[in-house]
C-alpha cells in the first residue's frame, strides 16, 4: 500500500472502531475493507524472540457471509534455519482488543492502537511491560 494511504486507513479504522458496535459491545467493522459481508485486512511484522532471531509474523483477517475467520503465520527465524507455525480460528474485537480463537484451542490477544496497527495483548488485554513497540502494521486492503 502506498504511505500515502496508510493515514487515511489509520482514520477510518479508528473511526470504524469507535462507531461500529453492536449492543453487545462486540465490534463489527475492524477496517474500511470489511463490510458486515465480506472483505480481509492484512498485517505483518517481526516481533522478538528469546531463543531466536526475530518471529516473523504475517496475519490476515477475513469476513465472509457472517463468518468472521483468521489466519495466522509465524517464522521463527534463526541462524541454523527457519521454522513456520500457521494457525486458523475465528476472531472477534471488543473494544479495541482482537481476540483470536484457534481452531486447535487457546487464545490470543492485540490491541488496535495508533495507526491501525495491533499490539501483541496478554490474555487479560494488557500490554507486556517493555513490549510498546511490538507492533504488526496494516499492510493493505483487498474487497
Do not use: K, N
Amino acid at each position: 500500500m502506498p504511505r500515502a494511504h496508510v493515514p487515511a486507513l489509520a482514520l477510518l479504522l479508528a473511526g470504524l472502531v469507535a462507531g461500529c458496535a453492536r449492543d453487545d459491545g462486540t465490534d463489527t467493522t475492524l477496517s474500511p475493507s470489511m463490510d458486515p459481508g465480506h472483505g480481509t485486512a492484512e498485517w505483518r511484522g517481526s516481533l522478538p524472540c528469546v531463543d531466536c532471531e526475530a518471529i516473523d509474523t504475517r496475519l490476515v483477517l477475513e469476513r465472509h457471509d457472517g463468518a468472521q475467520r483468521y489466519e495466522l503465520v509465524e517464522v521463527y527465524v534463526a541462524v541454523d534455519g527457519s521454522v513456520s507455525f500457521e494457525e486458523r480460528g475465528e476472531w472477534r474485537l471488543h473494544h479495541a482488543l482482537l481476540s483470536l480463537e484457534p481452531d486447535t484451542g487457546g487464545l490470543r490477544r492485540y490491541g488496535l492502537v495508533h495507526g491501525g496497527a495491533l499490539q501483541v495483548r496478554d490474555l487479560g488485554g494488557r500490554t507486556f511491560p517493555g513490549r510498546d513497540g511490538d507492533l504488526l502494521q496494516p499492510v493493505g486492503r483487498q474487497p
